[in-house]
């Protein structure tokens, strides 16, 4: 391999050559960091070494990472492209992986692969899937190869979709219509989760949500995977409902319908679903993950964490402070933090969240929201 052929970086850790021909997305770091911790905090829960397998693994870098910055007892690095996998092997070798961890190199597509997981009756603690575009022609295939509470931490890319500006698509990879209201990546999350949920149903299973990274141009979700058709959440699934006259907005359960807003009476409303309604965060996990994130010194993944923690118990959906102050001819937005503490002030609850930085989670009703605004210029 010429030097001029190929990008030698570092990232973590890790050691790692990109030839010119295959694809690495440095923006994805973020993401690459969130996986370490979040498997560092899996071995912590398990108080034990972990069994990892990346499905897509590209040129190695999250393999390479977990093998190298997490309790790792064996990882399969799996990729469909015979030059990512020889990139793989190379990347191995630039690195001083320990000898105690059992590394294996695929070169298989998904579908196949999981099957004969399955058939083998073999078992991951942790199964990484990134996928490009919508990631449900993979899921059935992946949920074959979790152990039961196994982790299955999965990309989504096709955020036009999710987020509304691509009703077609959403329609065709997750049977829900989306909207590109002020609070589309949070729809664009629980439209994944719900379409996950409804597949793992199918088949007895059901999925507990660990945590939601929304890097804009991404999606990436953790979640584990558990059996039992009488425990799959049915009362978790069901609609975002929005008031294009007051701007409020809630959830509904699946079975309920209404023609107007319960705020101001009126008609104009919109509806977005199916779609997870119950929390996209389990708070004990998100703890596990601040310990290790301090530990590593990662700072970004930290100060996502510490948003997230904030929003676990926190209503569907957000507000921006920007549509806020259109809505309302504000002369001066008032910030965020005091506009949070006034509505807890007022029994409310509020939080932040990490979907946007100048937003705010609430269930207050929005002409409640606009009064407070205006008493905060």
Same mark, same amino acid.
């Given at each position: 391999?010429?030097?001029?052929?190929?990008?030698?970086?570092?990232?973590?850790?890790?050691?790692?050559?990109?030839?010119?021909?295959?694809? !690495?997305?440095?923006?994805?770091?973020?993401?690459?960091?969130?996986?370490?911790?979040?498997?560092?905090?899996?071995?912590?829960?398990?108080?034990?070494?972990?069994?990892?397998?990346? =499905?897509?693994?590209?040129?190695?870098?999250?393999?390479?990472?977990?093998?190298?910055?997490?309790?790792?007892?064996?990882?399969?690095?799996?990729?469909?492209?015979?030059?990512?996998?020889?990139?793989?092997?190379?990347?191995?070798?630039?690195?001083?992986?320990?000898?105690?961890?059992?590394?294996?190199?695929?070169?298989?597509?998904?579908?196949?692969?999981?099957?004969?997981?399955?058939?083998?009756?073999?078992? !991951?603690?942790?199964?990484?899937?990134?996928? !490009?575009?919508?990631?449900? +022609?993979?899921?059935?295939?992946?949920?074959?190869?979790?152990?039961?509470?196994?982790?299955?931490?999965?990309?989504?890319?096709?955020? /036009?979709?999710?987020?509304?500006?691509?009703?077609?698509?959403?329609?065709?990879? &997750?049977?829900?219509?989306?909207?590109?209201?002020?609070?589309?990546?949070?729809?664009?999350?629980?439209?994944?989760?719900? /379409?996950?949920?409804?597949? /793992?149903?199918?088949?007895?299973? &059901?999925?507990?949500?660990?945590?939601?990274?929304?890097?804009?141009?991404?999606?990436?979700?953790? +979640?584990?995977?558990?059996?039992?058709?009488?425990?799959?959440? +049915?009362?978790?699934?069901?609609? %975002?409902?929005?008031? %294009?006259?007051?701007?409020?907005?809630?959830?509904?359960?699946?079975?309920?319908? +209404?023609?107007?807003?319960?705020?101001?009476?009126?008609?104009?409303?919109?509806?977005?679903?199916?779609?997870?309604?119950?929390?996209?965060?389990?708070?004990?996990?998100?703890?596990? %993950?601040?310990?290790?994130?301090?530990?590593?010194? &990662?700072?970004?993944?930290?100060?996502?964490?510490?948003?997230?923690?904030?929003?676990?118990?926190?209503?569907?959906?957000?507000?921006?402070?920007?549509?806020?102050?259109?809505?309302?001819?504000?002369?001066? =937005?008032?910030?965020?933090?005091?506009?949070?503490?006034? =509505?807890?002030?007022?029994?409310?609850?509020?939080?932040?969240?990490? !979907?946007?930085?100048?937003?705010?989670?609430?269930?207050?009703?929005?002409?409640?929201?606009?009064?407070?605004?205006?008493?905060?210029?």
């Amino acid at each position: 391999m010429n030097e001029e052929n190929y990008t030698e970086l570092q990232e973590g850790l890790a050691r790692f050559v990109v030839p010119q021909e295959l694809f !690495f997305n440095p923006r994805a770091r973020l993401a690459r960091d969130f996986g370490v911790i979040a498997l560092r905090a899996e071995a912590d829960l398990q108080e034990r070494r972990l069994q990892v397998i990346d =499905l897509m693994a590209g040129v190695g870098t999250r393999g390479i990472r977990y093998a190298l910055e997490a309790p790792v007892e064996r990882i399969v690095l799996n990729d469909g492209n015979p030059a990512a996998v020889e990139a793989i092997r190379r990347n191995i070798a630039l690195n001083a992986i320990s000898p105690d961890v059992q590394i294996e190199v695929t070169c298989e597509q998904v579908h196949r692969l999981c099957y004969a997981i399955r058939l083998r009756d073999e078992h !991951f603690d942790w199964v990484d899937l990134d996928a !490009f575009g919508s990631p449900s +022609v993979y899921w059935h295939a992946a949920s074959l190869a979790p152990r039961w509470g196994g982790v299955l931490y999965l990309t989504a890319t096709d955020m /036009a979709a999710l987020c509304g500006k691509l009703r077609d698509p959403a329609v065709r990879h &997750y049977g829900a219509v989306t909207r590109p209201w002020e609070c589309g990546d949070e729809i664009g999350a629980r439209v994944l989760l719900g /379409a996950l949920q409804q597949s /793992a149903g199918e088949r007895g299973l &059901y999925w507990q949500p660990l945590f939601v990274l929304d890097e804009g141009y991404a999606m990436r979700i953790a +979640v584990r995977l558990h059996y039992g058709s009488a425990e799959f959440p +049915v009362n978790q699934i069901g609609w %975002m409902v929005k008031c %294009m006259g007051c701007y409020s907005q809630t959830t509904l359960p699946l079975h309920v319908t +209404v023609g107007r807003c319960r705020v101001c009476g009126s008609e104009e409303v919109q509806w977005a679903g199916p779609l997870w309604t119950g929390s996209l965060y389990d708070a004990e996990f998100l703890h596990l %993950m601040s310990v290790e994130a301090r530990k590593a010194g &990662y700072q970004a993944v930290l100060r996502q964490l510490r948003l997230m923690v904030d929003e676990a118990s926190s209503p569907a959906g957000y507000y921006c402070a920007a549509e806020l102050g259109k809505r309302t001819h504000l002369s001066h =937005l008032p910030p965020v933090d005091a506009l949070i503490q006034r =509505l807890r002030q007022a029994g409310y609850e509020a939080s932040r969240t990490h !979907f946007e930085t100048a937003a705010f989670k609430t269930n207050a009703p929005y002409p409640v929201i606009q009064q407070i605004a205006q008493q905060l210029q």
